[in-house]
């Protein structure tokens, strides 16, 4: 099954402002999904990313506030942007679907101040 | 809407016992279903999975039972352990599509 590099694996961000988070995976994957799970709860979908298309969004998320970028088959980058406290979770990307099941990476742990 | 209902929301055993969570979903297209453990401050890790073609699967003292016609699937940890104290996910998945996670499962294990 697919590797995937999280990054980064933790930040303390103020209000206002922008992280992006990327992803790595060691093989060529055609979807890669991005999950928020916020204290205490469970994984929730935010978006389905695949290369060379809109990524396609959950009902609850939008592109403004969660931009994901998926250059090539190996790559892709999920901004949270103009942070508020609300925002502070664990994110997640994933990829996989088929036979051998699905591959997390490690998680971003999000603190907005 | 939650595709994938999970209970007990917690659960306490005592070492030596039983566990054992139950998930409930509705889409029969579903083909995947797997049970992911999490410890906190650490992302969910596979724990064991199954696919629609068989009704139990059993790795070390993890089962999983599925029962196709009911739409239910069940984790069993037999002889828990206090290691075994973690958050407990079920999911299910269409071929090619991310995964719907229940709400999760707050296991105790007690000495």
């Known amino acids: 099954s697919a590797v995937i590099s999280q990054k980064p694996s933790r930040d303390i961000c103020q209000r206002g402002t922008s992280l992006t988070i990327q992803c790595q995976v060691d093989?060529?994957?055609?979807?890669m999904f991005w999950y928020r799970q916020q204290p205490g709860q469970s994984l929730t979908l935010i978006a389905t990313a695949n290369q060379g298309s809109e990524a396609t969004y959950e009902s609850g998320f939008v592109i403004d506030k969660f931009p994901i970028s998926r250059p090539n088959l190996t790559f892709s980058t999920l901004t949270v942007s103009n942070m508020s406290p609300e925002d502070s979770s664990i994110y997640l990307c994933?990829?996989?679907?088929?036979?051998?099941?699905?591959?997390f990476g490690s998680g971003t742990r999000l603190t907005v101040v | 809407q939650q595709q994938v209902k999970q209970s007990p929301q917690s659960l306490i055993v005592q070492k030596g016992g039983i566990s054992i969570i139950n998930c409930a979903y509705e889409?029969?297209?579903?083909?995947?279903f797997p049970w992911y453990q999490q410890f906190p401050g650490k992302g969910p890790a596979l724990l064991i999975a199954i696919r629609p073609d068989v009704s139990e699967k059993k790795e070390g003292r993890f089962t999983i039972s599925f029962n196709k016609s009911a739409k239910q699937f069940s984790l069993h940890i037999m002889d828990s352990q206090p290691g075994d104290s973690a958050t407990y996910f079920c999911?299910?998945?269409?071929?090619?599509?991310?995964?719907?996670f229940g709400k999760g499962t707050s296991l105790l294990v007690t000495p």
């Open positions: 889409n029969t297209a579903f083909d995947y």
């Open positions: 999911a299910a998945s269409l071929p090619g599509y991310a995964l719907n």
């Open positions: 093989s060529q994957v055609t979807m």
């Open positions: 994933s990829v996989g679907g088929g036979r051998l099941g699905y591959t």
